[in-house]
């Protein structure tokens, strides 16, 4: 995780976005990313769960565009796909 966070340059006002559309449980997912991001990075960590039917939401997308870090959850890269495939993700 350290290296993770050393090669995205993490400044103070940066922040993270986890997308876990790959996982069966994507709460679940961004717990356990959580958990071991936060003891080594104090910087703001967010999570969004894109679908088909919010890979438009605009507030999201801005976001998405101006992380500092971008974490794609393990799973099946597949049901990452089928969100994500022909939207502005």
Same mark, same amino acid.
């Given at each position: 995780?350290?290296?993770?966070?050393?090669?995205?340059?993490?400044?103070?006002?940066?922040?993270?976005?986890?997308?876990?559309?790959? +996982?069966?449980?994507?709460?679940?997912?961004?717990?356990?990313?959580?958990? &071991?991001?936060?003891?080594?990075? =104090?910087?703001? $960590?967010?999570?969004?769960?894109?679908?088909?039917?919010?890979?438009?939401?605009?507030?999201?997308?801005? +976001?998405?565009?101006?992380?500092?870090?971008?974490?794609?959850?393990?799973? &099946?890269?597949?049901?990452?796909? =089928?969100?994500? $495939?022909?939207?502005?993700?």
């Amino acid at each position: 995780m350290q290296n993770l966070i050393s090669t995205a340059s993490m400044k103070p006002n940066d922040y993270a976005v986890v997308l876990p559309m790959s +996982s069966q449980y994507p709460d679940t997912s961004f717990y356990y990313f959580k958990e &071991d991001y936060d003891p080594v990075c =104090k910087n703001t $960590i967010v999570c969004f769960n894109f679908t088909r039917q919010t890979s438009n939401n605009r507030n999201w997308l801005d +976001s998405l565009e101006h992380a500092r870090l971008i974490f794609i959850t393990g799973g &099946d890269q597949a049901r990452f796909m =089928k969100v994500v $495939i022909k939207t502005p993700i």
